[in-house]
């Protein structure tokens, strides 16, 4: 049966991005790359609250405190504490920032935050630039502060994911049309055996995903119009339709995990850039929450 969206935040992103549901909260927070905001949708009220940054804002992910999440900027990963909109410590930087931004960026099952970059394409003012992709790097910051590279060589980082068992991991190049399979090993946090996993998919590029339980990749298609669910063995099994072509990520929300929330681009017709949601058949998986140990 095909699900049927609703939006359920008209906010008008120009790139809506990095969702991550919080359930202490109830709510889902998630990100307008170019207008550098972070959004809270409380999913009892029904409320949008907004905080305006000075750099563009690409992702979020949750920590082992639930009053911190981690914002992912352009040029540096920081720790955030929404109650007080307070600004903490720097957890990584970025070397190549301003000619490089980072991009998608999600926490493994043993606590480490992994974040992919690509060549910035937001000026000073949020504006759009025309730039070559190419240069972009996998990284993983572990919750000693350690750092290492996995990937180089990246048009656009997107997708990061993790198989319900932690043995896979998915990651994309939206510009090459591939999402690509790893062999994950949880104890080391090492990603190894790289192969396409899903290449070639004829409706948009890949952009964000999220797993559900019974391990299907829900992936966000930029320029397609849809969010797709594709089975473990790389065949795409569903399509979740939508009313705007720039569907940019997606994550389970909601008490028991079966509202999937969809993030769009602001370019195009008039619900494009607002926030969407689906009830779906299929359970997701809890987000990670990253390792503070000492750097809370």
């Given at each position: 049966?095909?699900?049927?969206?609703?939006?359920?935040?008209?906010?008008g992103?120009?790139?809506?991005?990095?969702?991550?549901?919080?359930?202490?909260?109830?709510?889902?927070?998630?990100?307008?790359?170019?207008?550098?905001?972070?959004?809270?949708?409380?999913?009892?009220?029904?409320?949008?609250?907004?905080?305006?940054?000075?750099?563009?804002?690409?992702?979020?992910?949750?920590?082992?405190?639930d009053?911190?999440?981690?914002?992912?900027?352009?040029?540096?990963?920081?720790?955030?504490?929404?109650?007080?909109?307070?600004?903490?410590?720097?957890?990584?930087?970025l070397?190549?920032?301003?000619?490089?931004?980072?991009?998608?960026?999600?926490?493994?099952?043993?606590?480490?935050?992994?974040?992919?970059?690509?060549?910035?394409?937001?000026?000073?003012?949020?504006?759009?630039l025309?730039?070559?992709f190419?240069?972009?790097?996998?990284?993983?910051?572990?919750?000693d502060g350690?750092?290492?590279?996995?990937?180089?060589?990246?048009?656009?980082?997107?997708?990061?994911?993790?198989?319900?068992?932690?043995?896979?991991?998915?990651?994309?190049?939206t510009?090459?049309n591939?999402?690509?399979?790893?062999?994950?090993?949880i104890?080391?946090?090492?990603?190894?055996?790289?192969?396409?996993?899903?290449?070639?998919?004829?409706r948009?590029?890949?952009d964000?995903?999220?797993?559900?339980s019974?391990?299907?990749?829900?992936?966000?298609?930029?320029?397609?119009?849809?969010?797709?669910?594709?089975?473990?063995?790389?065949?795409?099994?569903?399509?979740?339709e939508?009313?705007?072509?720039?569907a940019?990520?997606?994550?389970?929300?909601?008490?028991?995990?079966?509202?999937?929330?969809?993030?769009?681009?602001?370019?195009?017709?008039?619900?494009?850039?607002?926030?969407?949601?689906?009830?779906?058949d299929?359970?997701?998986?809890?987000?990670?929450?990253?390792?503070?140990?000492?750097?809370?």
């Open positions: 049966m095909p699900q049927k969206f609703v939006c359920v935040a008209p906010v992103d120009h790139c809506g991005e990095g969702a991550v549901w919080h359930s202490g909260e109830r709510a889902l927070y998630w990100t307008d790359i170019n207008r550098f905001l972070i959004h809270r949708f409380d999913e009892a009220t029904k409320s949008v609250r907004t905080w305006m940054f000075d750099e563009p804002v690409t992702a979020l992910t949750l920590t082992e405190r009053d911190t999440l981690i914002a992912i900027f352009g040029s540096k990963a920081q720790f955030w504490q929404p109650a007080s909109n307070t600004l903490g410590r720097v957890l990584f930087r070397p190549a920032w301003p000619t490089m931004r980072c991009n998608d960026a999600r926490v493994d099952p043993r606590g480490s935050l992994w974040i992919g970059s690509m060549r910035n394409n937001v000026g000073v003012e949020g504006e759009e025309d730039v070559a190419s240069e972009g790097v996998l990284y993983r910051v572990d919750p350690q750092v290492s590279e996995w990937k180089r060589e990246v048009g656009i980082s997107n997708t990061v994911a993790w198989s319900p068992g932690g043995d896979v991991f998915y990651f994309a190049d510009p090459t591939i999402i690509y399979a790893f062999d994950y090993d104890s080391s946090g090492a990603i190894s055996r790289e192969r396409p996993f899903l290449a070639g998919f004829e948009g590029l890949p964000g995903s999220a797993v559900d019974r391990g299907f990749l829900w992936n966000a298609r930029y320029g397609g119009g849809c969010v797709v669910g594709i089975a473990p063995d790389g065949s795409v099994q569903r399509t979740i939508l009313p705007v072509a720039n940019t990520t997606c994550t389970f929300g909601g008490v028991d995990r079966r509202t999937l929330y969809i993030t769009t681009a602001g370019m195009g017709p008039r619900l494009a850039g607002s926030l969407f949601a689906v009830t779906m299929t359970e997701g998986m809890a987000e990670n929450h990253f390792g503070l140990q000492t750097n809370g």
